[in-house]
């Protein structure tokens, strides 16, 4: 079954610090990997996506993520975190099940920013 | 820039009553769909629409329905709201080769 898992519901960093958000997948048929943002009361903005050209993808807003078959990963990092980043982002894999595409959305990693 | 509208950005209606959300894209997508998102669960897929007139059920169907007159319009109807229909609601669009979403600023739903 295809499925998304985000190992951390909550990361906090302080600023100028590394952002690793943590996104593993299962999927049956060859992914496409997405990460959203969603600021408050706000809807989902795409960050970034993977359909597989390369490997490393490069983002807005400084962010990138690397898809890893053999660990079935895609991980968000991002080297300096700034205020501004302080949101939730979730991890999406768009998969064919049953002769239609799903997106399938992870629950969310809120990022956390501190001064 | 490309859009996608919905017509409220925060909504209180009362057990019983039938609301309409409504949730317009500019982009001339083939596909739209309706999601609800709760704290801790993510996005679950309510109903999508590949087509004018065309539907499918997704993940929790159940209380709701949708209507797809036009191809940059696709409503969502709460026949008779309840209050565990309480909940931020999400509209997206795609082109026809299921690409990247993109999103409405969503519909925070209140029933009492």
């Known amino acids: 079954a295809q499925s998304v898992t985000q190992l951390d519901s909550h990361v906090s960093v302080s600023e100028g610090t590394p952002v690793l958000l943590r996104c593993n997948y299962s999927s049956s048929y060859s992914p496409s990997l997405f990460w959203y943002v969603q600021h408050p009361n706000k809807g989902l903005q795409l960050l970034l996506k993977?359909?597989?050209?390369?490997?490393l993808v490069k983002g807005i807003n400084g962010f990138e993520a690397e898809f890893k078959k053999s660990e079935t990963s895609f991980h968000l990092t991002k080297p300096s975190a700034h205020m501004s980043d302080a949101a939730e982002y979730f991890c999406?894999?768009?998969?064919?099940?049953?002769?239609?595409?799903?997106?399938?959305f992870g629950t969310g990693t809120r990022l956390k920013v501190l001064a | 820039d490309v859009k996608v509208t919905q017509s409220s950005r925060y909504l209180v209606k009362r057990t019983g009553e039938k609301v309409f959300l409504e949730c317009v894209q500019d982009?001339?997508?083939?596909?739209m769909f309706w999601y609800r998102q709760d704290p801790g669960l993510g996005l679950r897929l309510i109903y999508f629409?590949?087509?004018?007139?065309?539907?499918e059920k997704g993940d929790i169907p159940e209380g709701y329905s949708v209507s797809r007159e036009k191809k940059e319009r696709f409503s969502l109807i709460l026949e008779s709201a309840s209050t565990n229909q309480t909940s931020m609601y999400l509209c997206?669009?795609?082109?026809?080769?299921?690409?990247?979403?993109?999103f409405g600023p969503g519909t925070r739903l209140t029933v009492l």
């Open positions: 993977y359909t597989s050209a390369a490997t």
């Open positions: 999406v894999v768009r998969t064919l099940a049953s002769g239609t595409y799903k997106y399938i």
């Open positions: 982009m001339d997508h083939e596909n």
């Open positions: 997206a669009s795609c082109r026809g080769n299921y690409n990247e979403q993109f």
């Open positions: 629409s590949y087509d004018v007139k065309m539907k």
